[in-house]
């Protein structure tokens, strides 16, 4: 299983991003796929989820700025992050849970800044 992350990069306190990541390989039809964060000096944290039927997670912290969703015709994820805050500056990881096993995207960075 191989992720392919883009969308990173530098926007202003306020603005949006978004960032896409797709998975190509042997994924079995139920799996989860999601975001994790790391920011310098801090562990890799999990940011949202997304199920292949569709249930969401967020962590608190991006509660009603971030919206994922998915293609599962593309096994493509999406997290479209509005009201960015310096504090959401970080490298962001996709990942897809399949079969018992987590895979990883190679990591896309994403500073807010002004």
């Known amino acids: 299983v191989q992720l392919q992350a883009s969308g990173g990069g530098l926007v202003q306190p306020g603005g949006s991003l978004r960032l896409s990541c797709a998975a190509s390989?042997?994924?079995?039809?139920?799996?989860?796929m999601g975001w994790y964060r790391q920011a310098p000096g801090n562990k890799r944290d999990l940011v949202a989820s997304i199920t292949s039927g569709g249930i969401t997670n967020y962590v608190d912290s991006v509660k009603g700025r971030f919206t994922i969703s998915r293609d599962n015709a593309k096994n493509t994820v999406y997290l479209q992050m509005n009201s960015l805050k310096p504090e959401d500056t970080a490298v962001y990881y996709c990942?897809?849970?399949?079969?018992?096993?987590?895979?990883w995207g190679q990591g896309t960075l994403v500073t807010v800044s002004s």
């Open positions: 990942y897809v849970l399949t079969r018992g096993m987590t895979y």
């Open positions: 390989g042997n994924i079995f039809t139920f799996n989860v």
